[in-house]
C-alpha cells in the first residue's frame, strides 16, 4: 500500500514562509517522480511544482520564483519550500507520485495566508 504523508501547514502572514514535507512509502522513492498540487474550496486541483526521478523541477506560474521543490530520496521525503506567500496561495496541499504508470495522493495539509 502506497503512503503518503504531508505536513507543515499552517497558518502565516502575506510575505511569510512555510516548508511543508511529504513522506512517502510502498513506493520505490527514486524511481518516482514526486509532485505538490492544491486545492481552494470551491476550484479545481492545480499542479504546482514537479521534481523528476532525476530532480528536474517545473513549477506553476503563479509561484515561479517563491516555491522551491527538493527530494530527498535517502529520507523518501519530498519538501515544498514556499516563501512571499500571499492569500491566494491558501488552499489543501497535496503530494502525487507518479512512477510513470500510475501515482497515489496523500491526505492533504492545509495552508492559510491571511491578509
Known amino acids: 500500500q502506497v503512503q503518503l504523508v504531508e505536513s507543515g501547514g499552517g497558518l502565516v502572514q502575506t510575505g511569510g514562509s512555510l516548508r511543508l514535507s511529504c513522506a512517502a512509502s510502498?513506493?520505490?522513492?527514486?524511481?518516482?517522480?514526486m509532485g505538490w498540487h492544491r486545492q481552494a474550496p470551491g476550484k479545481q486541483r492545480e499542479l504546482v511544482a514537479v521534481?523528476?526521478?532525476?530532480?528536474?523541477?517545473n513549477y506553476a506560474d503563479s509561484v515561479k520564483g517563491r516555491f522551491t521543490i527538493s527530494r530527498d530520496n535517502a529520507k523518501n521525503t519530498v519538501y515544498l519550500q514556499m516563501n512571499s506567500l500571499k492569500p491566494e496561495d491558501t488552499a489543501v496541499y497535496y503530494c502525487?507520485?507518479?512512477?510513470?504508470?500510475?501515482?497515489?495522493w496523500g491526505q492533504g495539509t492545509q495552508v492559510t495566508v491571511s491578509s
Open positions: 502525487r507520485n507518479w512512477d510513470g504508470t500510475r501515482g497515489s
Open positions: 510502498g513506493i520505490i522513492f527514486r524511481f518516482n517522480a
Open positions: 521534481i523528476t526521478s532525476g530532480g528536474s523541477t
